[in-house]
């Protein structure tokens, strides 16, 4: 079993930026592909970015590659999500998944939720306008 658990969302204006972190536990943290996704109110989950187990192969959704920026540190246990010049649109619940592997062929499974097995409660990031 991994126990998955994000920090760091909270109420931010617009423009501002906020960095999101995620910890796993429960296997070795290299060996699982971390993913991002978030959920607005009346809409489904969306991908938002996703990382390999080593941290050398980054993935984003189109709309969100130029703001955010995802990368980990597995000698702490943590992948980090940056997102940058924040608009009221991000507003979301961003949960993050641990994945049943390390590293995903093809590479469209990054922004797969059937390729993730394990998910936190979610972190709320408002943006105000």
């Known amino acids: 079993q991994v126990q998955v658990k994000e920090s760091g969302g909270g109420l931010v204006q617009a423009g501002d930026s906020l960095r999101l972190s995620c910890t796993a536990s429960g296997r070795p943290f290299r060996d699982i592909a971390i993913g991002w996704f978030r959920h607005a109110p009346g809409d489904v989950r969306h991908f938002v970015a996703a990382?390999?187990?080593?941290?050398?192969?980054?993935s984003y959704a189109d709309a969100m590659k130029d703001r955010f920026t995802i990368s980990r540190d597995n000698a702490k246990n943590m992948v980090y999500l940056e997102m940058n010049n924040l608009e009221p649109d991000d507003s979301a619940v961003y949960t993050c998944?641990?994945?049943?592997?390390?590293?995903?062929?093809?590479?469209?499974?990054?922004?797969?939720?059937?390729?993730?097995?394990?998910w936190g409660q979610g972190t709320r990031v408002t943006v105000s306008s």
């Open positions: 990382i390999n187990g080593g941290g050398s192969r980054p």
């Open positions: 998944a641990a994945g049943v592997a390390a590293s995903f062929s093809p590479s469209s499974l990054y922004s797969s939720e059937n390729a993730y097995a394990y």
